[in-house]
T-cell receptor, first 115, second 113 residues
Framework: AQSVTQLDSQVPVFEEAPVELRCNYS??????LFWYVQYPNQGLQLLLK??????LVKGINGFEAEFNKSQTSFHLRKPSVHISDTAEYFC?????????????FGKGTLLTVNP | DGGITQSPKYLFRKEGQNVTLSCEQN?????MYWYRQDPGQGLRLIYY???????QKGDIAEGYSVSREKKESFPLTVTSAQKNPTAFYLC????????????FGQGTRLTVV
């Protein structure tokens, strides 16, 4: 069974500092990976996705993530954060190569950007 | 514009009553999902459906039921058997063939008193 582990439940950081939100997955087969952002009382918005190809994926709002198959990780990074990046971030996985589209999420990381 | 619509945004029910949450999409997506979100728990999968007239239990299906009679609709019923139904519920859909991304509704906050 596939699963997703987000290693930090909360990450506080100062404005303009770099940030990394960590995500590890477990699956015995190929996977598709996603990062989503959620602002309070709203649905989720896609930041970026890895389906295949280049392991460095660039997304919206200056975020990027690197797929590392050997470490089964898909960490999210941003070189300089803004106050407006304060939100909850979710990593998600779908098992690839088949017809089962079970979409599994991690427990989320609350990013708080302080002035 | 294409998207997913969840209704209502806020819902209040008395304990012991069944309640149905609506989810409609006009994206022509094959797969649809229901998640429950509680603080610190992330999104937990309740049910998902990959085609019309078929659906699978997720990780926390007990006390919930769904139907998928039409491609665009995937209603969720929270039954009286659900022990702790107060939560934020999110519906999503995905184009299974292209598997690009999951689109989410704005959620329904259910409060049972």
């Amino acid at each position: 069974a596939q699963s997703v582990t987000q290693l930090d439940s909360q990450v506080p950081v100062f404005e303009e500092a770099p940030v990394e939100l960590r995500c590890n997955y477990s699956s015995s087969v190929s996977v598709y990976l996603f990062w989503y952002v959620q602002y309070p009382n709203q649905g989720l918005q896609l930041l970026l996705k890895y389906l295949s190809g280049s392991t460095l994926v660039k997304g919206i709002n200056g975020f990027e993530a690197e797929f590392n198959k050997s470490q089964t990780s898909f960490h999210l990074r941003k070189p300089s954060v803004h106050i407006s990046d304060t939100a909850e971030y979710f990593c998600a996985v779908v098992k690839g190569g088949g017809s089962n589209y079970k979409l599994t999420f991690g427990k989320g990381t609350l990013l708080t950007v302080n002035p | 514009d294409g998207g997913i619509t969840q209704s209502p945004k806020y819902l209040f029910r008395k304990e012991g009553q069944n309640v149905t949450l609506s989810c409609e999409q006009n994206l022509n997506h094959d797969a649809m999902y229901w998640y429950r979100q509680d603080p610190g728990q992330g999104l937990r999968l309740i049910y998902y459906s990959q085609i019309v007239n078929d659906f699978q239990k997720g990780d926390i299906a007990e006390g919930y039921s769904v139907s998928r009679e039409k491609k665009e609709s995937f209603p969720l019923t929270v039954t009286s058997a659900q022990k702790n139904p107060t939560a934020f519920y999110l519906c999503a859909s995905i184009n299974g063939g292209a598997l690009t991304e999951a689109f989410f509704g704005q959620g329904t906050r259910l409060t049972v008193v």
